[in-house]
T-cell receptor, first 113, second 110 residues
Framework: EAQVTQNPRYLITVTGKKLTVTCSQN?????MSWYRQDPGLGLRQIYYSMNVEVTDKGDVPEGYKVSRKEKRNFPLILESPSPNQTSLYFC????????????FGPGTRLLVL | EDQVTQSPEALRLQEGESSSLNCSYT??????LFWYRQDPGKGPEFLFTLYSAGEEKEKERLKATLTKKESFLHITAPKPEDSATYLC???????????FGAGTQVVVTP
């Protein structure tokens, strides 16, 4: 089954404790992206990637890092999480340059205390 | 600054009562306008892509249209299963940058 998977689905952590949210797709998509979703603000793009080792910043990259060492994986790293990074995070992937169809993962709900 | 605004924020419809959702945008260099549906607790699900003014796309009870400043998602004779949050997004200049609106939450009652 074609899908985007994220792990963990739920995470409670404390300020400053480094964490990684994994994202993996099995559709051989070149393009991948991370978003955060907050009430009233909609989805905001954090980082996106065209292919292995090619990434760029979205609208809200501060406090986040990404890494694209393999085509199928695009982990999101929070080196020193803060409470304002409490949010619902989505990973997405797309096959072509037109980003015609972005397939979204199920989401990771993060609470930073 | 690129901006995407959706209205209304919420919409309550009776089954069969057609309506329209609006997505207005101010962007420099539109590279596509996208509609997604999001059910509670799930990731957004792609519905349509529109590229140029005058373009229309349909899927079941949904029809999306595009002008130079806004897009409409028309829901014809909605059913309760059409209840969801509908998100509008634009792809702007560059190869992968997106701006999303805040969404319209639609509730269809029997």
């Amino acid at each position: 089954e074609a899908q985007v998977t994220q792990n963990p689905r739920y995470l409670i952590t404390v300020t400053g404790k480094k964490l990684t949210v994994t994202c993996s797709q099995n559709m051989n998509h070149e393009y991948m992206s991370w978003y955060r979703q907050d009430p009233g603000l909609g989805l905001r793009q954090i980082y996106y990637s065209m292919n292995v080792e090619v990434t760029d910043k979205g609208d809200v990259p501060e406090g986040y890092k990404v890494s694209r060492k393999e085509k199928r994986n695009f982990p999101l790293i929070l080196e020193s999480p803060s409470p304002n990074q409490t949010s619902l995070y989505f990973c997405a992937s797309s096959i072509g340059r037109g980003w015609e169809t972005q397939y979204f993962g199920p989401g990771t709900r993060l609470l930073v205390l | 600054e690129d901006q995407v605004t959706q209205s209304p924020e919420a919409l309550r419809l009776q089954e069969g009562e057609s309506s329209s959702l609006n997505c207005s945008y101010t962007v420099s260099g539109l590279r596509g306008l996208f509609w997604y549906r999001q059910d509670p607790g799930k990731g957004p699900e792609f519905l349509f892509t529109l590229y140029s003014a005058g373009e229309e796309k349909e899927k079941e009870r949904l029809k999306a249209t595009l002008t130079k400043k806004e897009s409409f998602l028309h829901i014809t004779a909605p059913k309760p299963e059409d209840s969801a949050t509908y998100l509008c997004a634009v792809r702007v200049l560059g190869w992968g940058k997106f701006q999303f609106g805040a969404g319209t939450q639609v509730v269809v009652t029997p």
